[in-house]
């Protein structure tokens, strides 16, 4: 009698200290592991589709899979294994090329991306011999089963991926991640970074005017057009812009001094509402910026990637959302959404 019932006390204690997300991470395509639940997507995407699809459980900030150390390595390697409906050989990872101007073979020179645009640089690379390679497009990485390495390659190829979701990264899961997340579908590409959500119509486009008075697709929260205002932010929208084939992508920013002929001073973040602010991150791409020209648009080359483009062209616009319009109103506590 009294050993059944400390069974049953060391069972519900075991119980009780399965975490939620351990709880959850359960199926034939994940697994957890340490303090981490890894998911593998079996079908393919493009690894910029990839980075901004890791959103199997909300509040963890789901990222590609940072493969660490061996232990991080094995588990992917047996995820993918595991893995019987059908064969999979390799699977995007978070790891990319940092600086596109900078040698790609040196492995310094490449970094695991966390959701926000932080990375962080790793000396376990386990490559395979001949990677990273010389080739200028290959500026991903993904991890292949059979030769259990890492293969420099092209972000735009079609492969599998690795999430994972750390236990540490845990934030109670709010309203505006639940909306961020299901605005996701067809042409909507969005992505949730510190209670910011972001979104890019790849199908939408319009002149600034238009752009910056059309941020209005989740009812009750304040929308702007995008502020970036680091390289971190910068990172999400590039990511953004490529998932959404656009070459052109506008931001908030404008020359409000119209007599201006200096295309190099006067940029100043907006919003439909509030007092223009001086922007001081301006990454220009090469050759930019042109006078005359008084809107911001991102293009490729990161991280050089703002170029001046004419108020009155018609382009896809990235669009921020933050705190809601209900608590500001009543005043409750919390960041300013203009300073997001
Ligand atoms: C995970 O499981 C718990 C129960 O253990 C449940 O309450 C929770 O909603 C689940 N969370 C997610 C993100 O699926
Ligand atoms: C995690 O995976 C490694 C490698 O497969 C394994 O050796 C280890 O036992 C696992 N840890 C736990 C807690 O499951
Ligand atoms: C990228 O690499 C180039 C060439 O080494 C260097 O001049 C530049 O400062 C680097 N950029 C950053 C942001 O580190
Ligand atoms: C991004 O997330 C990582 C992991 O949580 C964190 O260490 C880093 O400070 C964050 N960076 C920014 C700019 O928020
Ligand atoms: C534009 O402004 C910058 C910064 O004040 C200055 O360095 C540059 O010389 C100016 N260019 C012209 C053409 O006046
Ligand atoms: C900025 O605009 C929001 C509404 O979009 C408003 O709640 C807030 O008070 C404004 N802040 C300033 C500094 O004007």
């Not at 040698?103 to 001949?130: A, C, I």
């Not at 006078?291 to 483009?309: D, E, L």
């Given at each position: 009698m009294l050993f059944s019932l400390a069974i049953l006390l060391f069972i519900s204690l075991t119980v009780t200290a399965i975490t939620d997300l351990q709880a959850n991470c359960t199926g034939p395509?994940?697994?957890?592991?340490?303090?981490?639940?890894?998911?593998?997507?079996?079908?393919?995407?493009?690894?910029?589709?990839?980075?901004?699809?890791?959103?199997?459980?909300?509040?963890y900030s789901g990222h590609l899979v940072h493969i660490r150390n061996a232990v991080v390595q094995n588990v992917v390697h047996q995820v993918i294994t595991n893995y019987v409906a059908f064969t999979i050989y390799c699977a995007w990872t978070g790891l990319e090329l940092l600086n596109s101007?900078?040698?790609?073979?040196?492995?310094?020179?490449?970094?695991?991306?966390?959701?926000?645009?932080?990375?962080?640089?790793?000396?376990?690379?386990?490559?395979?011999?001949?990677?990273?390679?010389?080739?200028?497009?290959?500026?991903?990485a993904m991890y292949c089963k059979n030769e259990d390495r890492l293969l420099s390659y092209q972000g735009s190829n079609l492969y599998s991926y690795v999430c994972e979701y750390e236990e540490a990264q845990k934030q109670p899961v709010s309203n505006l991640e639940q909306k961020c997340v299901n605005l996701m579908s067809g042409s909507v590409f969005t992505s949730f970074v510190n209670d910011v959500c972001y979104v890019l119509q790849s199908a939408v486009s319009k002149n600034y005017n238009d752009a910056k008075g059309s941020c209005n697709a989740l009812s009750g929260y304040n929308g702007h057009l995008a502020h970036l205002r680091t390289v971190?932010?910068?990172?999400?929208?590039?990511?953004?812009?490529?998932?959404?084939?656009?070459?052109?992508?506008?931001?908030?920013?404008?020359?409000?001094?119209?007599?201006?002929?200096?295309a190099s001073i006067g940029w100043y973040l907006t919003t439909p509402t509030n007092q223009s602010m001086p922007a001081n991150f301006l990454p220009w791409a090469t050759s930019n910026p042109t006078?005359?020209?008084?809107?911001?648009?991102?293009?490729?080359?990161?991280?050089?990637?703002?170029?001046?483009?004419d108020s009155t062209?018609?382009?896809?616009?990235?669009?921020?959302?933050?705190?809601?319009?209900?608590?500001?109103?009543?005043?409750?506590?919390?960041?300013?959404?203009?300073?997001?």
């Open positions: 395509d994940r697994r957890y592991n340490g303090t981490t639940c890894y998911v593998l997507y079996a079908y393919s995407a493009t690894q910029d589709v990839s980075k901004i699809s890791c959103n199997h459980y909300l509040g101007s900078a040698s790609h073979t040196d492995s310094s020179n490449w970094g695991y991306y966390h959701r926000n645009g932080t990375f962080f640089s790793q000396t376990y690379l386990p490559w395979l011999s001949g990677h990273p390679s010389t080739n200028l497009d290959y500026n991903r971190e932010k910068l990172w999400i929208a590039e990511a953004l812009r490529l998932v959404a084939g656009a070459s052109y992508v506008r931001l908030g920013i404008e020359q409000t001094d119209l007599s201006s002929t200096n006078t005359n020209k008084r809107t911001i648009a991102v293009v490729a080359g990161y991280p050089k990637s703002f170029a001046t483009v062209t018609a382009y896809p616009f990235l669009c921020q959302y933050g705190r809601s319009t209900l608590s500001a109103s009543t005043g409750a506590p919390g960041k300013s959404t203009f300073f997001l």
